[in-house]
T-cell receptor, first 114, second 114 residues
């Protein structure tokens, strides 16, 4: 299984809602990543988990809260988002956090904040 | 500032034309270089990668890229494009000079006319 899956595919939420994005991989990868991609822009790294520990937080606002319950799962909890947070949220995984890593991407969750 | 530049934002080619997409980076130290492709409606996929050794690397679907260290470049090439190559192409650089970074270029939208 060389796939990274993400649910839901689409999410619409209000600014007062709490929601979660889910990412799953069964490749035995020990590094997982969250990216944000705005329209016609490249993916921007948000968080990196290495061996289920948060190792990088790229100064992301606290209304985004990542969680890695186990080595196969990665969640992104959303609370009190702003309309400018609307974007495609991509999850990726790699065999480890080192620089010798190609990342495998999921299809993304398209988030709209009203 | 550290950056990855792709100077061609939009490229339109006819089938069988040759392709070269530019990628330049401004990191010092050890870097690893990647080209990813995003076909319409699909997720990001790795085309090829360079870690060390032969600076000319071959990837999937007939693509190749050449690392020129003195020019901080990693240009993507294909001798003869096909309609199915229509996609967005992203160059990416990873480095541990300082803190870990995995940075994508701004992307190049390629349209191949049948």
């Amino acid at each position: 299984d060389t796939e990274v899956t993400q649910t839901p595919k689409h999410l619409v939420m209000g600014m007062t809602n709490k929601k979660s994005l889910k990412c799953e991989q069964h490749m035995g990868h020990r590094a997982m990543y969250w990216y944000k991609q705005k329209a016609k822009k490249p993916p921007e790294l948000m968080f990196v988990y290495s061996y289920e520990k948060l190792s990088i937080n790229e100064s992301v606002p606290s209304r985004f809260s990542p969680e890695c319950p186990n080595s196969s799962l990665l969640n992104l909890h959303l609370h009190a988002l702003q309309p400018e947070d609307s974007a495609l949220y991509l999850c990726a995984s790699s065999s480890d956090r080192g620089i010798y890593n190609e990342q495998f991407f999921g299809p993304g969750t398209r988030l709209t904040v009203l | 500032a550290q950056s990855v530049s792709q100077h061609n934002h939009h490229v339109i080619l006819s089938e069988a034309a040759s392709l070269e997409l530019g990628c330049n980076y401004s990191y010092g130290g050890t870097v690893n270089l990647f080209w990813y492709v995003q076909y319409p409606g699909q997720h990001l996929q790795l085309l090829l990668k360079y870690f060390s050794g032969d600076p000319l690397v071959k990837g999937i679907k007939g693509f190749e890229a050449e690392f020129i260290k003195s020019k901080f470049s990693f240009n993507l090439r294909k001798p003869s494009v096909q309609w199915s190559d229509t996609a967005e192409y992203f160059c990416a650089v990873s480095t541990t000079s300082g803190t870990y970074k995995y940075i994508f270029g701004t992307g190049t939208r390629l349209k191949v006319l049948a």
